[in-house]
């Protein structure tokens, strides 16, 4: 389970992903590289995604005043900004649904924008 991640047509390179899975089970974790690519794993840091249907939530923080790069700190008194619109972090609001299967490889790339979806994206 693989694929990547971009915001307004350029890849993030920090970020997380969890893949909560809608009939209940285990969740799937994946961290964005440096170039937006991510791998997901759910029992291991890349085993790949149980078969089913997820509600996707995408997490993107750097330091207040930072680049978005993996190098900047977060400093104890900073506030941590979203590199990313917030509603994606939520998995009620990020509009972010995707079916894996188990019959065929699973790339799922997401093309994240300022418009906050009126109805859940499916891919």
């Known amino acids: 389970m693989t694929g990547t991640v971009s ?9 997380s992903l969890v893949f909560v899975p809608v009939g209940g089970g285990p969740s799937a974790q994946g961290k964005v590289a440096r170039d937006g690519s991510y791998e997901m794993g759910t029992f291991d840091e890349d085993d790949g995604v149980i078969p ?31 590199v990313i619109p917030e509603w994606y972090g939520d998995l009620e609001k990020s509009g972010l649904l995707v079916t894996v299967t188990a019959d065929k490889p699973n790339t799922i790339d997401f093309p994240l924008t300022d418009d906050k979806p009126k109805d859940p994206v499916t891919k």
């Open 7 to 15: 915001y307004n047509g350029k890849p993030i390179s920090i970020g």
């Open 52 to 82: 089913g249907n997820y509600k996707v939530m995408i997490v993107a923080l750097t330091s207040s005043g930072g680049s978005g790069l993996p190098e900047d700190e977060v400093k104890a008194n900073n506030e941590p900004v979203s």
